[in-house]
């Protein structure tokens, strides 16, 4: 045995984050850890990347006692990890990425030429290619994933962690990820996999270790088990299947013409080029695309985050163009953002002050803020959304991932806003979490709600969208209606391909946006 976790317990406070957890990996071996957010996986591998250190228990590596205090340690053991978010420097070459903390040298100096080609080799060796002198702020997120495992199988590493690696890939890129892993588990080296894509696990792993609370609940061979097992194993129960009723669009809610947002620092393509599209009342338009072609910007510009150059919006029949995130509050939007710590919360603030988030106005009597009313639907929130916390005043930072989603979600589901703007609403979540904001976002439309979802997902949008627009370099490439929409379909209108644009235009014609009537009438 390569490596062996026995009874590993953490404690914070009388909180356990493991008890008592046993795991194991072999020499080749891909081995995942799935559970629903705050089951234990991360602080797990924390322990054994040196992050963190047990309160109980034993790890051994080749049968000896390992010792780790920090990631310096475990990366002289042997052991890397592949971070979420990846930890790259942008404006430094890929080459200047993989080498650095052991960057070749001759005499005093850094020897980029030897870094190069110690990249070109690794990138050879392990069929992983990349341009050694490319910018990192010019490759795209595969490439970036590809220079976080060559960083660490430079850095000599036989076990690598592996956290949420497909998170904003494209499936084709999650397709090349899923061989690599292969590939390299064939020439030896071991994985640890920690996703929440139970479809990945089964594609790639030889054994699974499900965790609940903490603990392990099993240990089993992909061979012998299956997506629905495991999905019950995680959260100890069935799940109940999503219920979608058919839309009944009403009156426009959001209308956006030509909206045109220009790159900064002398781009001379504009990061949107003249978007137009409708969102009606009782309907949920998906937004498909490649990270990196326009949809960040798309969203920051309608919630108010980021200047347009140019087109207007509408929202509830009101011209709100160059409104600000707080106006925009005011008259009918509410947002999921993107990225949950820099737009979504306050870290250091408690759980109770984040749910208050937006919703101060409507907690005032006489000009005093009623916390007793916010504190209960903070505790609501948590009861319905079944967020982790141990109260609603200890650090939103505190919480995993996940469950800091879940709260965000449930704070801007709960304003009724005329308009919820979806952004990666279930990035990093688990499959029970994934079923709760997904319901949320269905029950919030069938209450008349207009909701524009963007996700990197494909099957996420195939699962709620009624309509579904596919953005390629700023532009809108098509438009499906949900009952023909496909996932090839899309993918290839995302990848460029064009071939099926002038189906992907007739369908959507078919299930009009208004968009173009909109941009005609005052034409």
């Not at 404690?11 to 799935?34: I, P």
């Not at 002289?76 to 942008?90: K, S, T, Y």
């Not at 965790?211 to 012998?224: E, H, I, S």
């Not at 106006?327 to 947002?335: K, P």
């Amino acid at each position: 045995m390569l490596l062996q976790m026995e009874k590993i317990t953490k404690l914070y406070g009388d909180v356990a984050a493991n008890a008592g957890v046993d795991f194991t990996l072999e020499e080749g071996e891909v081995h995942a850890l799935v559970g629903e957010n705050g089951a234990g996986k991360t602080t797990l591998m924390r322990i054994l990347y040196g992050e963190e250190t047990p309160t109980s228990g034993t790890i051994r590596l080749r049968g000896k006692e390992l010792v780790l205090r920090s990631p310096e340690d475990a990366i002289r053991a042997g052991i890397g990890m592949v971070h979420q978010h990846f930890m790259l420097f942008p404006s430094f070459t890929v080459a200047e990425n993989i080498v650095i903390g052991r960057e070749p040298r001759s005499g005093i100096l850094f020897d980029r030429k030897k870094a190069a080609e110690e990249a070109a080799r690794l990138s050879a060796e392990y069929g992983m290619p990349v341009d050694p002198h490319r910018r990192i702020a010019d490759c795209p997120v595969g490439i970036q994933q590809r220079v976080e495992i060559l960083k660490v199988l430079y850095q000599g590493a036989d076990i690598i962690i592996l956290d949420e690696p497909s998170a904003v890939l494209t499936p084709p890129e999650v397709k090349e990820l899923l061989a690599a892993i292969r590939g390299l588990a064939r020439r030896g080296k071991s994985f640890i996999l920690i996703t929440h894509k139970l479809q990945e696990v089964m594609d790639v792993s030889d054994r699974i270790t499900v965790l609940r609370d903490g603990r392990v609940v099993a240990t089993v061979r992909a061979a012998d088990t299956n997506v629905d097992e495991l999905s019950r194993l995680m959260v100890g129960r069935e799940l109940v299947p999503l219920e979608k009723r058919p839309a009944r669009p009403g009156d426009p809610v959001l209308e956006v013409e030509g909206l045109t947002v220009r790159g900064g620092r002398g781009k001379a393509k504009p990061l949107l080029d003249g978007v137009t599209f409708t969102v009606r009342a009782g309907e949920i338009v998906g937004v498909a695309g490649v990270s990196g072609n326009g949809q960040t910007e798309l969203v920051e510009a309608i919630a108010g985050l980021r200047r347009i150059d140019a087109g207007r919006i509408r929202l509830c029949g009101r011209d709100v163009t160059g409104a600000d995130a707080r106006d925009l509050r005011r008259h009918g939007l509410a947002h999921i953002p993107e990225d949950r710590y820099r737009w979504g919360s306050a870290k250091e603030e408690s759980v109770a002050d984040n749910a208050a988030m937006g919703h101060t106005d409507s907690a005032k009597r006489s000009g005093f803020l009623l916390r007793g009313r916010l504190r209960r639907m903070a505790e609501a929130w948590i009861a319905g959304f079944k967020i982790k916390a141990e109260s609603p005043a200890v650090k939103a930072g505190s919480l995993s991932g996940g469950n800091l989603q879940k709260l965000i979600a449930a704070r801007e589901l709960a304003h009724g806003s005329p308009l919820v703007i979806a952004a990666e609403p279930t990035r990093g979540v688990d499959i029970g979490a994934m079923e709760i904001i997904h319901a949320g976002l269905l029950k919030r439309r069938d209450e008349g709600g207009a909701i524009l979802l963007v996700s990197s997902e494909l099957t996420e949008i195939l699962k709620l969208s009624d309509r579904i627009l596919v953005l390629y370099e700023g532009r809108i490439a098509g438009e499906f209606r949900a009952d023909e929409a496909t996932e090839e379909a899309i993918g290839r209108l995302m990848a460029g391909v064009t071939d099926h644009a002038e189906h992907a235009v007739s369908a959507g014609r078919a299930g009009r946006s208004d968009g173009a009537d909109l941009a005609a009438s005052r034409g």
